[in-house]
Structure formats: C-alpha cells, structure tokens
C-alpha cells in the first residue's frame, strides 16, 4: 500500500511540472499582446506628398518671359532700375518650402502690368489623407470659388464654357461672341445688340478648365474698371502638381481709357508662364 501511495505522489508531481512547461508562459509560446486587444494589424499610413521643397518664386520667370508679360521693363532706361524690376519682391513667407511667392509691378507707357506667382505645398497633418489628396482638396475649393461656366468640349483642347442663349432664344457662337454681334432670332427679326460694357472675351477665351498643364488646372478672366475709367484686365491661371498648387495671376491696367486690355494676348502669357513652371517641378 506505501509503494502505491509513493506512485501516485510522484504521478500528481510529474504531471504538475509537465503542466508548467507547456503553459502559455513558457519559452516558445506566443508572447502576450501588449497592446491590449491589437490583433497585429496597423492602420495604413498616407503617403507624403512627391515634393518637398519648393522653386524659388522670384526666381520662376527668365528675363524673356518676363519681358513679354511686363514691356515696361525694357522701357526702363536705369540699368538699377531694370535689374530691379527683374528681381520682383518676394511676399512674406515664414517657411519657404511651404509657400514662396513673388511680385512683379512695372509701368510702361500705356499701361501698369502686375504679375504675381504663388507656389503652395500642401502638407496634410492627418496621417489618414495623404498630402496630395489634402491638395486635391484645397484646389477644388478654389475652383469652385472661381465659379467657372459649365464646360463644353472644344477644338482648342480646353473645357470651354457653353456659349448663352441670347434674349431672342439664338446661341452666341464663339464668332458672333468674339465681335460683340449675336446671331438673329429664328424669326427673321434681327436681335437686339450686344450691350456696350459687355467686354468679355470670346467664348473659347472665357473662363475655363485646362486639360494639357498639371494634374489640372483652371484660368479666369475678369475684367474690371475699378476705380478708373480705363479697364483693367486680370487673368489668372491655377494649377496643381502632386502636392503643388501654383496660382498665376497677370493684370493690366492701360493709362487710357480707349485701351482695351488683349485677352488673348493676356491669356496666352500665362499660360506660356504656368507651363514653364509646371515644367520646372517636373525637372
């Protein structure tokens, strides 16, 4: 009976150390989860945008382009003078690789020309939203603020904006727009002409969305006269890369009021510009 009694004991004892061993603290077993209740997946972090510096914004525009958006610097006669209307002035900016801006104003003999560029680069502090999904998000409200014509498809490449019914129930074709004429009524009748201060520009040079500069891009026209008789005319032309929103924005001012302001002419300067800055962050 003591030999069987002696068994058991070391039965229940062999059998308690075996259990120590193969807990679940024993070495090889899973360690426990720290974090209470992670299951070992983590949530994904946004990606950072693709740039993380920016061009210098005075800078941005050779002597040519500028030349051709600001004639009056070649009128200047004072070397000084002309180098510093080159140069620009730089905006105030408190970090530079996150917005850098500049302004150009020069006087010429018939006109005050204001070029100012702006370069943005977002950075999202959601690490949920990458920061060119924070952009996409900042430039459609500036779009919208624009309040752009609904686009229709033209020949130029360009969303252009649906050309409007006249009073007499006619369409305003990008001809008749361009020349101040609108089309007769289906009557015969001749319709009533073009009001005196309409002075936008035709309908394939109003404002509109760019499908050929960046991951997308808007120009806007207005003209205004302000608080002198002669018009002044402001194109503006904004365009995001990645993480980018660079913001083009080009006015003239002519000394008389029987000048006009050239929308083409206008438009077509900072497009040329806002390509060569598109090109210069792709470089």
């Not at 360009?158 to 006619?170: E, K, L, N, T």
């Not at 904004?238 to 000048?259: G, K």
Request: charged share 20%.
């Amino acid at each position: 009976m003591q030999r069987k009694a002696y068994v058991s004991g070391a039965a229940v004892l062999l059998a308690a150390v075996l259990a120590g061993c193969t807990g679940g603290s024993g070495v090889g077993s899973s360690a426990p989860d720290s974090k209470g209740g992670d299951t070992g997946t983590t949530a994904a972090v946004a990606q950072p945008g693709k740039y993380r510096t920016l061009p210098e914004a005075c800078g941005a525009a050779d002597h040519d382009t500028l030349d051709a958006l600001l004639p009056g610097i070649q009128e200047t006669t004072d070397e000084t003078q002309q180098e510093k209307a080159y140069a620009g002035e730089a905006t105030l900016t408190y970090d530079t690789d996150r917005r850098d801006g500049c302004d150009w104003k020069v006087a010429s003999a018939t006109a005050t020309d204001h070029l100012f560029v702006d370069f943005e680069r977002v950075v999202s502090y959601d690490n949920t939203v990458s920061d060119e999904s924070k952009a996409e998000e900042l430039y459609a409200a500036r779009q919208t603020a624009a309040d752009l014509p609904e686009p229709t498809a033209s020949a130029s490449g360009d969303a252009s904006p649906s050309p409007s019914p006249s009073p007499s129930g006619s369409t305003v074709g990008p001809a008749d727009a361009g020349n101040g004429a609108v089309g007769d009524d289906v009557s015969g009748a001749p319709s009533s002409p073009a009001s005196p201060s309409a002075s936008q520009p035709p309908a394939d040079l109003q404002p509109r969305v760019l499908d050929d500069l960046g991951d997308e891009a808007f120009l806007d026209d207005k003209p205004s006269t302000g608080s002198s008789t002669a018009q002044q005319r402001t194109v503006a032309v904004v365009f995001r890369t990645s993480n980018v929103i660079v913001t083009i924005e080009y006015s003239e001012q002519p000394t008389a009021s029987a000048n006009t302001p050239d929308s083409k002419e206008m438009q077509d300067n900072a497009r040329k510009l806002a390509q060569e800055l598109a090109s210069r962050l792709n470089g």
